[in-house]
């Protein structure tokens, strides 16, 4: 990662008081994960407590998406948010980039249904970010304090959210797989950077799930240039960016999908086995009990 970018993170980041938004447009594009369609986003400024949004430009009307956790409509593999008959899909990893190098504000213009995958990460996006500047603006971000535990569960997976005297973030997995097997890490926004802690982990996947994800009509942009891919004699296409670069991922997944309540409250969220659905879901009692 570059300095540039650790230093444009230090300035916005979650932790600040502050509203942002980015300097001037940029503009990415590259195939979605589960559609293997081309895509080309661009991201704009936006006002003060316009939040981050998206707009499709490639339907009547150009209909805008709010990046809210009310937009979201399912979470298989991936986040997907609709607004009437406009959708898009796999969010997480541009909304974890920006909601990482706060950016509070930000119109995020995208010609199809699902967000590129780029390397898979959210380092393509951090850079780009970095590169074209971050703008404060003369507004507070909204501040949050959770004061009660929060707890959604499923099985042996769950997602908790508890009161802390700063935000953190705990995330564990556990595969059968040896190269994989049990991860944990922690993360504390106060301490260490977005940039070079969490936004270079890609997604990762499992050799013997590939075939019956694509026949389910999933996973058709995955290759091993976007996506990490394990099997049960090891990484299939090393080296790794770290060494738990799959928990990191995971908790990277976490932010994308927390930055749907805006601004991410004054929390200890861990999360142990956890999907797209269950981050979701506390995404949705959080709402509940700090945005009513």
Not at 10 to 35: F, K, M, P, V
Not at 73 to 93: F, G, I, K, N, P
Request: hydrophobic share 45%.
């Amino acid at each position: 990662m570059s300095q540039v970018a650790e230093l444009l993170w230090q300035e916005s980041a979650l932790g600040q008081s502050q509203q942002h938004t980015i300097a001037s447009a940029l503009e990415q594009s590259g195939i979605g994960l589960h559609s293997g369609l081309l895509t080309q986003v661009r991201i704009l400024p936006a006002e003060v407590g316009q939040g981050r949004y998206f707009v499709r430009t490639d339907l009547l009307g150009a209909p805008i998406i709010p990046a809210q956790i009310g937009a979201v409509r399912q979470t298989l593999l991936s986040t997907e948010l609709v607004q009437a008959e406009a959708s898009v899909r796999t969010v997480e990893h541009l909304l974890a980039a920006l909601a990482g190098m706060g950016i509070d504000n930000a119109r995020i213009e995208i010609d199809g249904t699902e967000v590129p995958l780029l390397d898979g990460s959210a380092q393509v996006w951090v850079e780009a970010i970095a590169q074209t500047g971050i703008l404060p603006q003369a507004a507070t971000r909204p501040q949050y304090i959770l004061t009660e535990p929060i707890w959604v569960q499923q099985d042996d997976a769950f997602v908790a959210a508890l009161p802390a005297p700063e935000l953190r973030f705990t995330y564990g997995i556990d595969f059968d797989l040896p190269a994989i097997g049990n991860q944990w890490h922690s993360w504390c926004p106060a301490q260490e950077s977005f940039v070079g802690a969490i936004a270079a982990a890609r997604t990762f996947g499992l050799a013997h799930q590939i075939e019956q994800l694509r026949q389910n009509g999933l996973i058709k942009g995955g290759n091993l240039e976007n996506a990490l891919v394990c099997g049960k004699d090891g990484w299939i296409n090393p080296p790794l960016r770290f060494s738990n670069e799959p928990v990191r991922h995971k908790l990277l997944d976490l932010v994308g999908d927390l930055s749907l309540l805006g601004a991410l409250p004054q929390m200890h969220v861990m999360a142990y086995k956890a999907s797209h659905a269950l981050h979701a879901q506390m995404t949705q009692r959080l709402a509940q009990v700090l945005l009513s």
